[in-house]
């Protein structure tokens, strides 16, 4: 069974950095391309940022691009998105997400494997 379980969120300032973390079990990571979406309350689920198979082709939302970066480590199994000048509107529950196609989707529906997500608080 594959899980996907995310950590390293919290409560930062505005300007400040985060970084969360996806570690996946139950199967290796190295097929698939790996996602992080963020679900604000009230709003959808929105694409943020995702990696592909190998790590050489990365994929970022407009609103994300030039602060946060996605990088993987296949020997650990892990994900990770660091995030910089944090913003109040980057508050949302970040969630994890494998797909088998192998590349850095930006699409949900291309994603077979999600974790529970980790809430991140901006605070202004």
């Known amino acids: 069974q594959v899980q996907l379980i995310e950590s390293g969120g919290g409560l930062v300032q505005a300007g400040g950095s985060l970084r969360i973390t996806c570690t996946v079990s139950?199967?290796?990571?190295?097929?698939?391309?790996m996602g992080w979406f963020r679900q604000a309350p009230g709003k959808e689920r929105e694409f943020v940022a995702a990696?592909?198979?190998?790590?050489?082709?990365?994929n970022y939302a407009d609103s994300v691009k030039g602060r946060f970066t996605v990088s993987r480590d296949n020997a650990k199994n892990t994900v990770y998105l660091q995030m910089n000048t944090l913003k109040p509107e980057d508050t949302a529950v970040y969630y994890c997400?494998?797909?088998?196609?192998?590349?850095?989707?930006?699409?949900?529906?291309?994603?077979?494997?999600w974790g529970q997500g980790t809430q991140v608080t901006v605070s202004s």
């Open positions: 997400a494998a797909t088998g196609t192998g590349w850095a989707a930006a699409r949900s529906i291309n994603y077979s494997y």
């Open positions: 990696i592909n198979w190998s790590g050489d082709n990365t």
């Open positions: 139950g199967r290796t990571i190295s097929p698939y391309g």
